[in-house]
């Protein structure tokens, strides 16, 4: 099996509502990539799937799988797999019958299908699971018996919606490194849609951040995760401190900004000039106890302890700040209810344009 690149080309999506759920969208993943498309639910990513995989038509712009234009090709006509969140296994069918089951409709005689379906059975470690039922496996192997069944009819492009989604968190971290590894035996394109940063981060060559139907971002999970490109990208991706205000002064790299906690300090990519709408972007493991280039003062609220790591969340003229550090010790003086000095260097720092921040997990459970 090879992979084949994937292109959009100024492809937009509009429902027949008026609603347009994919803005004007130019994106290329590589053959052989395994590219995720990070966003909230409603962001319109699991309609770029739909594109891409032949359900939907654009209402403009093109989906080209290496190189051919799909316009006009259905899912079958297209060299595409996708898995859904809800695997559809058949439960009556032993499990080398769901693997081998689009082989049959490709009139592929039984003999050849029962050793094609062996041998992914193989590659996602269940070679020994091929007489039992579905119902008889675990949660993970399902998830393992859909992947073989989806690389069966050999796709170049394989799509996968959220799959991991109805799995428990620690089948969930492992089944992120097992779909690693078939990625990488198989070579062929992985495009994978989630709301999970972990997976994305962890699993991904490189990452879209997508948010109201457009992408924000396109990089590699660092470049996302430190270097940030918008203020949503910065809030969606990873726990951060955020402090509005308008920047002061700009150097190159650089920049002051004014907010109500003071003036700080901090790399500026996108060289916004004074009195621009700022943001200011912190990481809670780039802040640390006692004095820095940037200090913010801050009172203990609550601590959090997860064994190795310790995590602290300060009040800071009404706004709450989160520290997280290694349990080493160094936080036994700070005392609840006490006022205690935090710093954080200007390279740790971003200031990016003000605009719309993610909203968190808490934010949206009270909605």
Request: proline share 5%.
């Amino acid at each position: 099996m090879r992979g084949k690149d994937v292109r959009l080309s100024g492809v937009s999506i509009t429902y027949p509502n008026g609603f347009t759920a994919v803005q004007p969208t130019d994106l290329h993943i590589g053959a052989g990539e395994f590219f995720s498309i990070l966003g909230p639910s409603g962001c319109g990513k699991t309609t770029i799937l739909r594109a891409v995989s032949g359900f939907i038509e654009p209402s403009r712009g093109q989906v080209l799988i290496g190189g051919e234009d799909m316009a006009g090709s259905g899912p079958n006509a297209r060299p595409t797999a996708l898995i859904f969140q809800n695997l559809a296994l058949f439960p009556l069918m032993p499990v080398w019958e769901n693997v081998a089951f689009g082989l049959e409709a490709r009139g592929v005689s039984r003999r050849a299908r029962r050793d094609r379906a062996q041998e992914l059975l193989e590659l996602v470690a269940l070679g020994d699971q091929a007489e039992k039922k579905p119902g008889e496996l675990s949660g993970g192997q399902r998830q393992r018996v859909a992947i073989a069944r989806a690389l069966a009819v050999e796709p170049a492009v394989l799509l996968l919606d959220e799959p991991l989604s109805a799995l428990d968190l620690k089948l969930r971290q492992h089944m992120r490194a097992e779909l690693r590894a078939i990625q990488r035996k198989t070579g062929v394109t992985f495009i994978y849609i989630t709301h999970d940063q972990g997976e994305a981060l962890t699993m991904s060559d490189r990452i879209a951040v997508m948010n109201a139907g457009v992408i924000e971002q396109v990089g590699t999970g660092d470049e996302v995760y430190s270097d940030p490109a918008t203020a949503f990208a910065a809030s969606f991706v990873g726990e951060t401190n955020h402090f509005e205000g308008r920047i002061e002064s700009a150097a190159p790299g650089l920049a002051t900004i004014a907010t109500a906690h003071g003036r700080f300090r901090a790399r500026n990519p996108r060289a916004l000039a004074a009195g621009a709408a700022a943001m200011l972007f912190v990481r809670p493991e780039a802040l640390r106890l006692g004095a820095a280039e940037n200090r913010l003062a801050g009172r203990l609220a609550r601590r959090d302890l997860e064994g190795p790591f310790l995590n602290l969340f300060f009040r800071a003229g009404g706004q709450e700040v989160a520290l997280h550090m290694t349990n080493d010790g160094r936080a036994s003086g700070v005392t609840a209810g006490e006022d205690t000095e935090l710093g954080f260097d200007a390279d740790q720092a971003v200031v990016l344009p003000a605009g719309e921040l993610a909203h968190t997990g808490a934010e949206m459970a009270a909605q």
